[in-house]
């Protein structure tokens, strides 16, 4: 589209154009191509060879992390290596839950511990090999990000993020890809001036994609090498002591604590699981009258009552009785527990969530831990975190965003033509996010890959999980408004102290608001969207070869429709928010609060409660080695470390003024949104959260 043209719809085009829109989406049916892996249950995902779509910016922000993240493991290695300087741009807020920022340096270095590497010359002439690799690379990054400011436009001032304006060596967002190429295409010789700077240009981009794959493989496989060559831990120490090229996250001061354990709930990486408690959960998980009045200090009161007024709260993790207990690197040990929580009564102080009890499994015979257990509830925290990180990772992150998004990339690429108003609302929700799930498809899920080392089951079963519940999901009901009020979680006034909640739904209201204005300026009727053939081709599309259910106004059994204004709006806001402020809401507390093991970890390691006559289970038996904690800092931290794109910022993307007007709109109210939130958490009568900032939160799945 040139700058003056307006999105139209294919019923509203000419005849002739309609005719070139029909073979300008037969031609991308031939690009975008459905592929159902067996590695992730037969899910759809685009099939290779993909288009991939490159910015130098994106590829300079993940060779950066990658090879600070490389320096740090060779600090460890060869301490006496390198100085203690933070390269990873980020500034660490309350009580890990954090801000992002720029880089500031540790005031106190945590020196290791002389135990906790091995002596092993091989290794250490590996770590000095990768030592000069990573020098080199570090030079070439500093050339490339130099071609990148002299290749970016000027760009006007983005009151949104000024941490990203001031981001060393790194371009904030350049205005246009650097291309739109699939690895395997063959090139052609150009004819004229025009097409030798495209090919140039697209050369470049496969040239810099094939470096950046190389560096971060060469990286990533030292790091699994390391696994299995530590040994245990001998106090907590030695976790924090392998941050030292990377800010240790707060969390490591407060990992233990009831207060953090309770904070993870309402505003940790996977706060989307907590419930409101019923009858039928207090029947399987027992929970005595007096037992509930002596952690509570509630004279009188009983468990009934508590429940009848929406004060029980839980967090159930039944769908992990799907997993097989792993034993790469070694026998790991997995639990599908529950936890109660409750709001204390009114007129008692602040009413923020407290812990109650956790239950290691889903019967009612399963052993019942309080927070007077002293080591046995410290270690029943472990097992309930253990559960979380293994539900975030699968169902939460890999699920319900990066793998639920993609049948809506391909069916918006295959059936709404490019000039089509949708297309060019959605995109922008969509860079990326085929490229990063075939690089997790193809090395992060695959057996003896991170998440076989890391996480707590088989790879068979760990990634069959993640497949079911995308297969589980009804999408109508994943609408979030929907979605808190069937989890009963939706009353500020029964649940005070819910940020997530709070803030992503605010979020979430302003992309409704945003998208609705954008589809009134092309949907003037119900009928505008019933006559939309490639709408419809799109929906009906997401539903036989997206395999995504529930979806659509169409009676049960039906082919799937879109009929309303309405309907049309509410789900393109839900599946921009999951795009965007969702995938931000799972991902980016991988580094501020995941990426230290004993925060959050990701299996267990010895049997709890111990088998009878075995030595009492210690916390320390139950976490990772040190090189399984390694490998998490480094996966967890990197993939919670590259910000790209803002959300709302479109650049020059839309030609038509009305679509315009509305955007300006949009902006000021993320703008408000952004003080909003900081104005909640500078009061203190919250738990920090600042995951949600607008200014925080990407466009698109592109990490």
């Known amino acids: 589209m040139s700058l003056f043209d307006v999105p139209v719809l294919p019923q509203n085009d000419t005849p002739e154009n309609r005719e070139k829109r029909a073979q300008a989406l037969a031609q991308q049916q031939t690009q975008y191509r459905y592929d159902y892996p067996s590695i992730v249950g037969g899910l759809p995902m685009a099939a290779t060879p993909i288009p991939v779509d490159l910015s130098l910016d994106w590829s300079l922000q993940v060779a950066g992390v990658a090879i600070a993240l490389g320096e740090n493991l060779i600090s460890i290695l060869l301490p006496n290596m390198f ?34 590497v091995k002596s092993d010359p091989q290794l250490v002439k590996r770590a000095i090999e990768l030592h000069g690799f990573l020098s080199e690379q570090r030079e070439k990054l500093g050339k490339l990000a130099e071609r990148a400011h002299a290749q970016k436009s000027p760009q006007p001032p983005d009151p949104l993020s000024p941490v990203r304006r001031a981001k060393a060596d790194v371009a904030r967002v350049l205005p246009t890809q650097l291309s739109k190429v699939s690895p395997a295409s063959p090139t052609k010789a150009p004819t004229t001036t025009t097409e030798a700077a495209a090919g140039t240009e697209a050369t470049d981009a496969r040239d810099i994609g094939q470096w950046l794959a190389d560096l971060v493989k060469r990286i990533l496989d030292f790091y699994l090498s390391m696994v299995g060559l530590q040994g245990r831990a001998d106090d907590l120490q030695q976790y924090a002591a392998q941050f030292r090229k990377v800010p240790l996250p707060p969390s490591a001061g407060v990992s233990q604590t009831d207060e953090f354990f309770t904070a993870l ?11 409101r408690a019923t009858p039928a959960d207090l029947a399987a998980f027992p929970v005595t009258d007096n037992r509930f009045a002596s952690v509570t200090g509630e004279r009188g009161a009983t468990v009934q009552e508590a429940v009848s007024a929406g004060r029980i709260y839980i967090v159930d993790y ?59 509830w410290s270690i029943a925290k472990l097992v309930v975190n253990i559960a979380d990180g293994n539900y975030h990772e699968l169902i939460s992150h890999l699920g319900l965003t990066h793998l639920l998004t993609e049948p809506f990339v391909l069916a918006t690429a295959r059936q709404l033509d490019p000039t089509h108003p949708l297309n060019l609302l959605l995109t922008p929700h969509f860079v990326g996010t085929l490229l990063i799930n075939y690089a997790a498809q193809t090395s992060l899920i695959t057996p003896g890959g991170p998440v076989d080392l890391l996480l707590t089951g088989t790879s068979a079963s760990l990634n069959a999980l993640a497949a079911s519940a995308v297969q589980e999901v009804r999408y109508n009901q994943t609408f979030l408004p929907q979605a808190l009020a069937a989890r009963g979680v939706d009353s500020k006034e029964a649940l005070p102290d819910y940020p997530y909640r709070d803030d992503a739904l605010t979020v979430w209201n302003a992309i409704h608001d945003w998208v609705s204005d954008y589809v009134g300026i092309y949907y003037e009727s ?142 000021k109210r993320l703008q408000a949104i952004e003080q909003q939130i900081n104005l909640a958490n500078g009061l203190g009568e919250r738990t920090a959260y600042s995951t949600l900032l607008p200014s925080a939160i990407p466009q698109s799945i592109n990490i």
């Open 526 to 667: 119900d009928g505008d969207v019933a006559g939309d053939y490639e709408l419809q081709a799109w929906v009906q599309e997401l539903v036989t070869a997206g395999h995504i259910q529930g979806i659509g106004e169409g009676a049960p059994g039906a082919a799937a429709q879109i009929k309303t204004v309405g309907y049309l709006s509410t789900l393109l806001t839900q599946v921009i928010f999951t795009a965007s402020a969702q995938h931000a809401a799972v991902n980016f507390p991988q580094r501020t609060i995941m990426s230290y093991t004993p925060a959050l970890p990701l299996a267990g390691f010895a049997p709890f409660p111990a088998p009878a006559g075995a030595p009492a289970t210690q916390v320390l038996d139950v976490l990772a080695p040190l090189g399984e904690s390694i490998l998490q800092q480094a996966v967890l931290g990197g993939l919670g470390a590259v910000y790209h794109t803002v959300l709302g910022q479109y650049g020059g993307h839309f030609s038509d003024l009305r679509a315009r007007a509305a955007l300006a709109s949009f902006q």
């Open 318 to 376: 039944s769908a992990l009785t799907k997993l097989v207990p792993g034993t790469n690197p070694q026998q790991k040990y997995a639990w599908a527990p529950k936890a109660l929580f409750y709001v204390p009564a009114a007129g008692s102080g602040r009413r923020s969530l407290r812990p109650l009890a956790i239950q290691t499994g889903q019967d009612a015979q399963s052993p019942i831990f309080y927070p007077s257990d002293d080591v046995s």
């Open 265 to 275: 709930r309402v505003a940790g990486p996977n706060a989307m699981v907590l419930r």
């Open 83 to 116: 100085s203690f300087d933070v390269q990873i741009p980020i500034v660490l807020g309350q009580s890990g839950f954090s801000d992002r920022g720029e880089a500031q340096p540790r005031g106190e270095v945590v020196n290791p511990d002389p135990n906790v």
